[in-house]
């Protein structure tokens, strides 16, 4: 397991704190970690967001990101 995996696994257990697109992504299994931890590699060396580099390399369908990305929207009482 990756640094980056474990601080976003110990984020989702601290209700405080709104976890990352990706960590919810692995949580609801629309995503396995490698594939975050590719993104997350990918974003180092360009642009774009994680949720954008997810659907580009074909990890994520873009309606799956919505879906993940409302319920973050929803933790952080928005």
């Known amino acids: 397991m990756s640094a ?8 989702m257990s601290n209700p405080s704190v709104v976890p990352p697109i ?4 692995v949580a609801e299994e629309y995503i396995v970690p490698q594939d975050l931890d590719f993104a997350l590699e990918h974003q180092k060396h360009g642009k ?3 949720g954008e580099i997810l659907v580009r390399i074909g990890a994520v369908e873009p309606g799956e990101l919505e879906r993940v990305l409302n ?3 929803k933790l952080t009482g928005r």
């Open 4 to 11: 980056q995996s474990k601080d976003n696994k110990d984020n």
């Open 48 to 50: 774009g967001l994680i």
């Open 71 to 73: 319920i973050q929207k």
């Open 22 to 25: 990706g960590s919810l992504l």
